[in-house]
């Protein structure tokens, strides 16, 4: 049998069988699809954000979705315009119930969303009462249609402190909020939600961004009746921009909560760099809605040899151990500097390093029209390793690094 190492976590108090969760989003909308989820071994669902209908009857447009493909490269990110829950109160918390009856060692987040203050404590309360495991409050919602919920109420600290209070002492669920990144700094906020009685934070949620434009019709994508909205960016490209609020939020002593990781995770890999900056569970949906629920057997089957090859016997071993190396760019170590190196057997002679170290670094490329070569002019090279970046070739260029105290070279790859 293969073996398999220990994912488990525990976050608020609360044992998860792995770290894999599917936010609130399309893919956790009904009691169906989230059965089929935890069949596949997702260990929690954030279920989809749950609201009060009478107060205001979600309707979705249509088209809502517009994928960014870039050159060749298909569903690199997503723009969605789906808002939270359009399906009745009742029958959502009646699915919440039937998974935690169906599923009791599996761990359910309500998402909820409120307008005042009585409609989060009544979901908060609801919730609980449907048994679900903990709360997620959505402060986030890049798209809602009303002007006094989503990411605006995200942008303001005194709301998310107010309202992160009002479901605390409404519920005795631990209480997790989730973060815009449609802001400058996230510290300031969660620190906000600490105040009102916030046990984590989850980040982050979609980027306001326009992914497409039909240039024949000079319309925005997606085109809803000839109109579109800026909407949530999700997927691979959204990964960078939520590793560096991670890891912000991983490092900020003040606020000291566990951290749901949320942005671009497609592969085991995605999401043991969310650990490595902080993060004590991930939380998944474009991978999803790209692939289907089976993704998370590679997850786990990936993390867990990555585990056992490094002998890592626990994810709090290694939690935060990148983010620990994150310093100021005043503070980094600028003695020692690198000077490409080509593996000429390696070197196809394409060229394109040529024209990107002519064209936007320090033109310390030379190249050998008779041998079809590349080489390095080191007394030129400044270490960008542009050159590395845009080589086909894999392993064809490496760099030494100079120590300029003493000139020696060490070749690194």
Same mark, same amino acid.
């Given at each position: 049998?293969?073996?398999?190492?220990?994912?488990?976590?525990?976050?608020?108090?609360?044992?998860?069988?792995?770290?894999?969760?599917?936010?609130?989003?399309?893919?956790?909308?009904?009691?169906?699809?989230?059965?089929?989820?935890?069949?596949?071994? *997702?260990?929690?669902?954030?279920?989809?954000?749950?609201?009060?209908?009478?107060?205001?009857?979600?309707?979705?447009?249509?088209?809502?979705?517009?994928?960014?493909?870039?050159?060749?490269?298909?569903?690199?990110?997503?723009?969605?315009?789906?808002?939270?829950?359009?399906?009745?109160?009742?029958?959502?918390?009646?699915?919440?119930?039937?998974?935690?009856?169906?599923?009791? @060692?599996?761990?359910?987040?309500?998402?909820?969303?409120?307008?005042?203050?009585?409609? *989060?404590? &009544?979901?908060?309360?609801?919730?609980?009462?449907?048994?679900?495991?903990?709360?997620? &409050?959505?402060?986030?919602?890049?798209?809602?249609?009303?002007?006094?919920?989503?990411?605006?109420?995200?942008?303001?600290?005194?709301?998310?402190?107010?309202?992160?209070?009002?479901?605390?002492?409404?519920?005795?669920?631990?209480?997790?909020?989730?973060?815009?990144?449609?802001?400058?700094?996230?510290?300031?906020?969660?620190?906000?939600?600490?105040?009102?009685?916030?046990?984590?934070?989850? +980040?982050?949620?979609?980027?306001?961004?326009?992914?497409?434009?039909?240039?024949?019709?000079?319309?925005?994508?997606?085109?809803?009746?000839?109109?579109? +909205?800026?909407?949530?960016?999700?997927?691979?490209?959204?990964?960078?921009?939520?590793?560096?609020?991670?890891?912000? &939020?991983?490092?900020?002593?003040?606020?000291?909560?566990?951290?749901?990781?949320?942005?671009?995770?497609?592969? *085991?890999?995605?999401?043991?760099?969310?650990?490595?900056?902080?993060?004590?569970?991930?939380?998944?949906?474009?991978?999803?809605?790209?692939?289907?629920?089976?993704?998370?057997?590679?997850?786990?089957?990936?993390?867990?040899?990555?585990?056992?090859?490094?002998?890592?016997?626990?994810?709090?071993?290694?939690?935060?151990? +990148?983010?620990?190396?994150?310093?100021?760019?005043?503070?980094?170590?600028?003695?020692?500097?690198?000077?490409?190196?080509?593996?000429?057997?390696?070197?196809?002679?394409?060229?394109?390093?040529?024209?990107?170290?002519?064209?936007?670094?320090?033109?310390?490329?030379?190249?050998?029209?008779?041998?079809? $070569?590349?080489?390095?002019?080191?007394?030129?090279?400044?270490?960008?390793?542009?050159?590395?970046?845009?080589?086909?070739?894999?392993?064809?260029?490496?760099? @030494?690094?100079?120590?300029? $105290?003493?000139? $020696?070279?060490?070749?690194?790859?």
């Amino acid at each position: 049998m293969h073996p398999k190492a220990d994912l488990s976590v525990n976050f608020c108090g609360i044992k998860c069988e792995n770290p894999f969760f599917l936010s609130s989003s399309p893919v956790s909308n009904t009691a169906e699809m989230c059965e089929r989820a935890y069949n596949y071994g *997702w260990g929690g669902i954030v279920y989809k954000t749950l609201n009060l209908e009478e107060k205001f009857k979600i309707v979705m447009p249509s088209p809502r979705l517009s994928c960014l493909h870039y050159e060749d490269k298909r569903f690199v990110g997503l723009q969605n315009a789906e808002q939270i829950t359009d399906r009745p109160i009742k029958d959502n918390l009646a699915d919440i119930a039937r998974l935690k009856k169906q599923f009791p @060692k599996k761990v359910l987040v309500s998402s909820i969303m409120g307008f005042v203050d009585e409609d *989060w404590a &009544l979901l908060a309360k609801m919730s609980e009462d449907a048994g679900a495991d903990m709360i997620e &409050l959505n402060f986030s919602c890049p798209q809602m249609a009303r002007r006094d919920a989503g990411y605006r109420v995200g942008q303001d600290y005194s709301s998310v402190e107010h309202f992160t209070e009002c479901v605390k002492k409404a519920s005795n669920l631990p209480v997790m909020a989730k973060m815009t990144p449609n802001i400058t700094d996230m510290i300031p906020v969660a620190l906000a939600a600490k105040r009102g009685g916030a046990n984590a934070i989850s +980040a982050i949620n979609t980027i306001r961004s326009i992914t497409d434009i039909d240039i024949e019709k000079c319309v925005p994508l997606p085109s809803i009746h000839d109109h579109s +909205a800026i909407t949530g960016f999700s997927g691979a490209a959204a990964k960078p921009v939520a590793l560096r609020f991670v890891s912000e &939020l991983h490092n900020c002593k003040e606020l000291s909560l566990p951290i749901s990781g949320i942005g671009g995770i497609v592969t *085991w890999k995605d999401a043991l760099q969310f650990t490595l900056l902080g993060a004590t569970t991930v939380q998944v949906t474009t991978a999803v809605m790209r692939y289907g629920y089976r993704i998370v057997e590679d997850m786990i089957e990936g993390l867990s040899d990555h585990m056992i090859d490094h002998k890592i016997s626990s994810l709090d071993e290694i939690k935060g151990a +990148a983010a620990a190396r994150l310093v100021d760019p005043s503070e980094l170590n600028c003695r020692f500097q690198v000077v490409s190196s080509i593996d000429e057997d390696k070197c196809i002679g394409c060229g394109q390093c040529l024209i990107s170290c002519s064209d936007g670094a320090n033109k310390a490329i030379q190249f050998d029209v008779e041998k079809r $070569k590349a080489k390095v002019d080191e007394e030129k090279c400044v270490g960008c390793l542009l050159c590395k970046h845009v080589c086909p070739v894999w392993d064809c260029i490496s760099h @030494k690094e100079v120590d300029t $105290k003493t000139h $020696k070279h060490a070749a690194i790859m």
